[in-house]
């Protein structure tokens, strides 16, 4: 009897125990099928190229042309591609012209390339399209500073900074403006302060390291520009303002490498080729001058001081045809390059030097001749003889 009771008990445990395992095991499964898998995480670079990948299909497919042209110059604006940009934010313009922010975003990107005319017509439009923004303001502020018209340049900073007080831009702005005042310092905080709100702003980079620079501020200016140069790693003009900095302090060799450095990044660099021959001039160094000339030469044959220079590096290395070609070329463009007619003469003389016999030949109407030396007698010294010193009252030196 208690034998039976006691399977009894083993076989209601088991059961009990065979029925909360199958729940488990119901509820473990329920859940695995509803739960969300974990989200891949992406670099920014990699979301931006999926971006423009999927806005490039959305393009060939003619679907919303003008908003996705729109979203990728945006894409291309953020990967500094400014002419990529333009050029995207061109066919957006094309299929529709009374958006206001294609406006904007046009006007940034000409901002950017230098074109300041083209973009204060581009902001203005959007402005009459009733664009609304900070983006818009900074944007005015930045082209008026730029074009000196500081009146209409405060007027817009000022609405800005109202809409937008933390604004990088805004911040930029006030910095170039106080310091065309001539408030250089209080200049410096308010871009220090812009860079800080927007780490990417490569200009406010530039400006800090300029005003740096005018003020001796060297060992100031040098960590700026690496601060820079980490975020921009890719930018010609900080490795060239980098040059400038050692060349100041007076490290031509330091200065070399980082010119060489921002021209690998932009061949066509001309004011640091010149910088790099200016620099091989000065410690004598002319074929390695004439290797950056030449450079130059291939994307601007015609400039003024081409011609001269390579003539001077000619004869400096000894080559005095090669230098009275150039010179005469140089001279022949401009008569009143005294310059290269100086060069002229000086290698015309050198290559006359060179080209004359080491000793003239003796010819009757001749001023001087040449020494017989078979009809010179040449006598040898001969002593004078004995000559007795006394050198004390016992003893005697006969020198002979």
């Given amino acids: 009897m208690r034998k039976d009771k006691y399977k009894l008990r083993i076989t209601i445990y088991l059961t009990l125990f065979l029925l909360g395992w199958a729940m488990a095991s119901c509820q473990s499964d329920a859940r695995n099928a509803t739960r969300i898998p974990p989200v891949v995480k992406k670099s920014k670079a990699q979301s931006q190229n999926d971006a423009l990948l999927s806005l490039s299909d959305l393009i060939n497919r003619n679907i919303d042309s003008d908003i996705n042209y729109f979203k990728r110059a945006k894409i291309y604006i953020e990967k500094e591609l400014y002419k990529e940009a333009l050029a995207d934010i061109n066919e957006a313009i094309d299929e529709k012209d009374n958006v206001g922010d294609y406006f904007l975003i046009r006007g940034k990107i000409n901002r950017e390339l230098g ?117 921009f790693p890719d930018n010609a003009d900080l490795y060239s303002f980098r040059g400038d900095i050692y060349n100041i302090l007076s490290n031509p060799d330091t200065a070399l490498i980082h010119y060489q450095k921002a021209v690998s990044l932009r061949p066509n660099f001309e004011n640091v080729l010149f910088k790099i021959v200016n620099i091989n001039l000065g410690q004598r160094q002319y074929y390695k001058a004439l290797v950056s000339l030449g450079q130059i030469q291939k994307f601007n044959p015609t400039h003024k001081q081409l011609n001269f220079l390579m003539g001077y590096c000619y004869e400096k290395s000894g080559d005095y045809p090669k230098a009275r070609e150039y010179y005469a070329t140089a001279f022949s463009k401009d008569p009143t390059d005294l310059q290269s007619r100086y060069g002229l003469w000086r290698t015309r003389q050198q290559a006359s030097h060179l080209n004359s016999p080491l000793y003239s030949e003796e010819d009757a109407n001749s001023e001087y001749r040449l020494l017989d030396t078979s009809r010179i007698k040449i006598n040898l010294i001969q002593p004078r003889g004995t000559t007795n010193l006394s050198i004390d009252s016992t003893r005697k030196v006969k020198i002979e």
């Fill in 115 to 231: 074109e300041l005319d083209n973009a204060l017509e581009d902001a203005q439009r959007a402005e009459a399209l009733q664009q609304n923004s900070p983006d818009l303001y900074v944007l005015l502020a930045d082209i008026f500073q730029e074009k000196k018209q500081y009146r209409d340049a405060v007027k817009y900073l000022n609405q800005a900074i109202l809409m937008a007080p933390y604004d990088g831009g805004a911040y930029y702005v006030k910095g170039m403006l106080l310091s065309h005042q001539g408030d250089s310092l209080a200049g410096l905080a308010s871009l220090k302060v812009a860079v800080n709100l927007n780490p990417r702003l490569l200009r406010g980079h530039q400006q800090i390291g300029n005003m740096q620079l005018k003020l001796n501020q060297y060992n100031e200016a040098l960590v700026t520009n690496t601060n820079a140069i980490k975020r």
